[in-house]
């Protein structure tokens, strides 16, 4: 018999779906929700206290009600900070979106990373730790924006992206002392990736950008090895935690990764 049980992606707006896309294409036969805490976003400016509390109940009451066989966080922010407390509240695998920077330091010729994040991202120990870990031999910039994040949203809603506001953006990173030096940037928020393409038309130089998106495909494909899926899933719901105008006018981005039902939570 096939398995209907989908694979729920959570985030706090439509970063994640920067997360799903790769997901869908390794596994297109996945049934899929995706799950946007648009009354919590931004959580890159929420403190740390807030995340660990807010993370953990929200996807306690998410699994109750869909039964996911596996949960992705695809948040940076809510990863560093509440990954570990999700982990042991839920009796089912949960994966974390965490800043990639081992693929970043083995593609580096320079030697010099940038890490583009929030700003509660760029500052955890966890990025210290893998920094340390896999990239010692480097000098790692960071750099956080709370405005990337919005700029992606607008993006997917349809609203022009100012050029001028990302290269304000990206002088944060290049502007530091050795920024002239990076050659490869880690989009450390999985909104950061929908706005790739128009961050390396407006970067001071060739520079690539990586992210976490197809290593957690990847990881998910792993996870799920050997399951059934259904022969055609249903069709992709979008939830979100409130259902305004604003989450609304999304449908036809939505519509694109395959999310054509939308939900409120």
Same mark, same amino acid.
């Given at each position: 018999?096939?398995?209907?049980?989908?694979?729920?992606?959570?985030?706090?707006?439509?970063?994640?779906?920067?997360?799903?896309?790769?997901?869908?294409?390794?596994?297109?036969?996945?049934?899929?929700?995706?799950?946007?805490?648009?009354?919590?976003? !931004? #959580?890159?400016?929420?403190?740390? =206290?807030?995340? /660990? &509390?807010?993370?953990?109940? @929200?996807?306690?009451?998410? $699994? *109750?009600?869909?039964?996911?066989?596996?949960?992705?966080?695809?948040?940076?922010?809510?990863?560093?900070?509440?990954?570990?407390?999700?982990?042991?509240?839920?009796?089912?695998?949960?994966?974390?979106?965490?800043?990639?920077?081992?693929?970043?330091?083995?593609?580096?010729?320079?030697?010099?990373?940038?890490?583009?994040?929030?700003?509660?991202?760029?500052?955890? !120990? #966890?990025?210290?730790?893998?920094? =340390?870990?896999? /990239? &010692?031999?480097?000098?790692? @910039?960071?750099?956080?924006? $709370? *405005?990337?994040?919005?700029?992606?949203?607008?993006?997917?809603?349809?609203?022009?992206?100012?050029?001028?506001?990302?290269?304000?953006?990206?002088?944060?990173?290049?502007?530091?002392?050795?920024?002239?030096?990076?050659?490869?940037?880690?989009?450390?928020?999985?909104?950061?990736?929908?706005?790739?393409?128009?961050?390396?038309?407006?970067?001071?130089?060739?520079?690539?950008?990586?992210?976490?998106?197809?290593?957690?495909?990847?990881?998910?494909?792993?996870?799920?090895?050997?399951?059934?899926?259904?022969?055609?899933?249903?069709?992709?719901?979008?939830?979100?935690?409130?259902?305004?105008?604003?989450?609304?006018?999304?449908?036809?981005?939505?519509?694109?990764?395959?999310?054509?039902?939308?939900?409120?939570?």
């Amino acid at each position: 018999m096939s398995d209907s049980r989908p694979v729920l992606f959570f985030d706090s707006g439509v970063g994640g779906l920067s997360v799903l896309a790769p997901a869908r294409a390794l596994l297109p036969r996945a049934p899929l929700v995706y799950v946007a805490d648009s009354e919590g976003f !931004p #959580y890159g400016t929420r403190s740390e =206290a807030e995340i /660990a &509390a807010r993370v953990p109940a @929200l996807l306690g009451r998410l $699994a *109750e009600r869909y039964d996911p066989r596996l949960i992705v966080i695809a948040c940076n922010t809510a990863s560093t900070i509440a990954l570990a407390g999700v982990r042991a509240a839920l009796h089912l695998p949960v994966v974390g979106t965490v800043p990639a920077i081992k693929p970043a330091a083995e593609m580096s010729v320079t030697r010099t990373i940038g890490v583009l994040g929030t700003e509660a991202t760029v500052r955890q !120990p #966890y990025v210290d730790d893998l920094a =340390a870990r896999f /990239a &010692a031999d480097c000098t790692v @910039l960071r750099h956080g924006s $709370a *405005e990337l994040v919005q700029l992606a949203e607008d993006k997917l809603h349809g609203r022009p992206v100012p050029p001028e506001r990302l290269r304000v953006v990206l002088d944060g990173l290049f502007g530091q002392p050795g920024g002239d030096r990076i050659d490869v940037i880690v989009n450390a928020c999985t909104h950061f990736p929908l706005l790739a393409d128009e961050m390396a038309a407006v970067a001071p130089h060739p520079v690539r950008f990586v992210d976490g998106g197809p290593g957690i495909a990847r990881r998910i494909a792993h996870l799920t090895e050997g399951q059934e899926w259904p022969a055609v899933p249903p069709p992709g719901r979008a939830v979100f935690t409130r259902l305004d105008a604003d989450a609304r006018a999304l449908a036809p981005a939505l519509a694109r990764h395959g999310l054509t039902e939308i939900a409120a939570l």
